[in-house]
């Protein structure tokens, strides 16, 4: 009960400068600057590496997600991976998360093989 209320009717402005904007209702997200709200968008982003597939591995730091996984070849790595994307797109879906495609990488590290 008290999560729902601190989460709920919460109101924010904008300053730029001295101007001060019309209050606007937070619709979703947690307010930025308290305890709980670090604790809070902790919990939920820890959900959304819970449905990867069994070879895909994950590193979450606060708002930054890296996934990984080795295969025989470049087809098999990109499956797994496409499949975990796509699991991770949807739970963080079910949270309120958005990912940012511009801020998003994919890096193809491979060995030599003589």
């Known amino acids: 009960k008290f999560v729902a209320s601190f989460l709920s009717n919460r109101l924010f402005y904008v ?3 001295n101007v001060l904007s019309s ?3 937070l619709e979703n997200g947690v307010p930025q600057g308290t305890t709980l709200s670090c604790t809070l968008f902790a919990l939920a982003i820890n959900e959304i590496t819970t449905q990867l597939h069994s070879d895909v591995e994950s590193l979450l730091y606060v708002d ?3 996934l990984f996984c080795r295969g025989k070849t470049v087809g098999e790595i ?3 991976l496409q499949s975990s994307i796509d699991s991770v797109y949807k739970q ?3 949270v309120g998360f958005v990912f940012s495609p511009e801020k998003t990488k994919c890096v193809h590290f491979c060995r030599l093989r003589k």
Do not use: E, F, N, Y
């Open 78 to 80: 990109q499956r797994k």
């Open 23 to 25: 209050s606007k209702i």
């Open 15 to 17: 300053r730029i400068g």
């Open 64 to 66: 930054d997600l890296t």
């Open 92 to 94: 963080a879906q079910s």
